[in-house]
Every structure is written in structure tokens, then in C-alpha cells.
């Protein structure tokens, strides 16, 4: 089996780091999202799914901030 050099198992260690903050800070800011969304604070929910796409696009979270945006029809 090959084996990779210092300088590439290094890169692929930052890389690992970097990914899992990504996943955190999503996490976070969807789970802020819920909370907000769930206290009837639409504006703050959106903020937060919005800062989450940000971070990492996420269909079905862009579609919940549309739905959200979209005044219920009476």
C-alpha cells in the first residue's frame, strides 16, 4: 500500500477539522433557526436558516425560508 507524505496527511487533517466546524456552525445556526421558528419569531428563523446555506447549501432549508417567506393564504 502507498503511503502518504507528512505534508499530505497534514492537509487532510485541516481538511477533516474544517469540514466538521463546517457541520457544527450549520448545526448551530439550524438548530437556532428551529428555536426561533418554533417561538414565532419568523424573521430571527429566517436569519439563522439563511446564515446556514450560507455555511453549506441546503435544499430543503432554502425551501423552509421560502415557505417561511410566503405569507399563509387565507
Known amino acids: 500500500?502507498?503511503?502518504i507524505g507528512p505534508g499530505t496527511e497534514a492537509f487532510f487533517v485541516s481538511l477533516k477539522t474544517a469540514t466538521?466546524?463546517?457541520v457544527d456552525l450549520?448545526?448551530?445556526l439550524r438548530?437556532?433557526?428551529e428555536v426561533a421558528e418554533k417561538e414565532?419569531?419568523?424573521?430571527?428563523?429566517i436569519a439563522?436558516?439563511?446564515a446556514a446555506i450560507e455555511?453549506?447549501?441546503n435544499a430543503a432549508l432554502s425551501a423552509k425560508i421560502e415557505q417561511l417567506k410566503t405569507p399563509p393564504k387565507k
Open 48 to 50: 439563522k436558516y439563511s
Open 40 to 45: 414565532g419569531n419568523t424573521k430571527e428563523a
Open 31 to 33: 438548530s437556532e433557526g
Open 26 to 28: 450549520f448545526t448551530k
Open 55 to 57: 455555511v453549506s447549501p
Open 20 to 22: 466538521a466546524k463546517q
Open 1 to 3: 500500500a502507498a503511503r
